[in-house]
């Protein structure tokens, strides 16, 4: 005799046990929703596409930071729920977020990405047949210059996206935010889209500022300033990208990022070196008050 239950749409992850009578009951586990979440601040120009790219989750949070643009009417036009939250820092306006969701799946996007079909479609797949662990990474491949890049230490970016919040937390407190989470993680093949710089004058500008916000991070992790650094690490920062990533795969664009990928370097640098001195200056001040 066979006894299934259904439970609700999807299928099925089936497990047997046999008793001593030799019944067989088929356990069925239900299919996962999937709550897709995004922090904004001032993205109007972006999140609308990325919104229309996990148009199939289950539902769309979007914490925004303090938008004074249309950001959070054009989230709510297109059926998102908006919670409004002051920012302090990426990895706890991440942690916030994934709080506000409904469903314990999540899949985390910034307004700069897009989720492409072949990743949704892996994606609910996936979910058909149950998810399995703690969370998946996801290939992430930019786009720069008019061209998606697939050279330098760009690419795979794997991001660890997908995830049961049950068993995740942001880390990192400036910059390069990033979640842990308790299990085994899998790898998806789909990617995501990343539009993450509008040209060079824009990438110089981000750069300058995900830079002080390094340093400031350096700083309070305890890590002090020094010139070796600077001077050491950029130029193998741009052979790991030009040559060994092969950057020059991609011509003048791959030299491009090889190069702003050294400069980062020596300029995060160079400011903890700036944050080290101002601060030795404030000490040797207040000493002599």
């Given amino acids: 005799m066979l006894i299934a239950d259904c439970g609700r749409r999807g299928a099925l992850e089936i497990s047997k046990r046999i008793w001593a009578r030799g019944v067989i009951i088929l356990h069925v586990k239900p299919r996962e929703k999937v709550s897709a979440v995004l922090i904004a601040q001032n993205e109007e120009k972006n999140i609308g596409p990325a919104l229309d790219s996990v148009a199939?989750?289950?539902?769309?949070?979007?914490?925004?930071?303090?938008?004074?643009?249309?950001?959070?009417?054009?989230?709510?036009?297109?059926?998102?729920?908006?919670?409004?939250?002051g920012f302090t820092s990426?990895?706890?306006?991440?942690?916030?977020?994934?709080?506000q969701a409904t469903h314990d799946w999540l899949l985390s996007l910034d307004a700069d990405e897009r989720v492409t079909d072949q990743l949704s479609q892996e994606i609910q797949a996936l979910n058909r047949s149950g998810f399995v662990g703690a969370g998946y990474r996801i290939p992430r491949v930019s786009c720069y210059l008019g061209r998606f890049i697939r050279s330098t230490a760009w690419y795979p970016d794997h991001q660890l996206r997908l995830f049961d919040r049950r068993k995740a937390?942001?880390?990192?407190?400036?910059?390069?935010?990033?979640?842990?989470?308790?299990?085994?993680?899998?790898?998806?093949?789909g990617e995501?889209?990343?539009?993450?710089?509008?040209?060079?004058?824009?990438?110089?500008?981000?750069?300058?500022?995900?830079?002080?916000?390094?340093?400031?991070?350096?700083?309070?992790?305890?890590?002090?300033?020094?010139?070796?650094?600077?001077?050491?690490?950029?130029?193998?920062?741009?052979l790991k990208n030009f040559v060994l990533k092969r950057g020059f795969m991609d011509g003048t664009v791959g030299l491009f990022i090889s190069f702003m990928n050294s400069f980062y370097v020596y300029l995060k640098f160079m400011k903890l070196k700036e944050l080290d001195?101002?601060?030795?200056?404030?000490?040797?001040?207040?000493?002599?008050?």
């Fill in 277 to 289: 001195l101002r601060k030795s200056r404030e000490a040797s001040r207040d000493r002599s008050v």
């Fill in 56 to 85: 199939w989750a289950d539902e769309i949070v979007v914490v925004d930071g303090g938008s004074s643009d249309g950001t959070i009417q054009l989230c709510k036009d297109r059926g998102a729920r908006v919670v409004e939250h």
């Fill in 90 to 99: 990426y990895a706890e306006q991440k942690n916030f977020a994934l709080r």
């Fill in 169 to 189: 937390q942001w880390e990192g407190m400036w910059v390069h935010e990033s979640v842990r989470v308790d299990g085994a993680v899998g790898k998806l093949k």
């Fill in 192 to 238: 995501i889209l990343h539009y993450s710089y509008e040209n060079i004058s824009d990438h110089v500008e981000r750069l300058n500022h995900y830079a002080t916000l390094a340093a400031k991070q350096m700083w309070e992790s305890g890590r002090r300033g020094g010139l070796a650094p600077a001077l050491i690490f950029p130029p193998f920062v741009f």
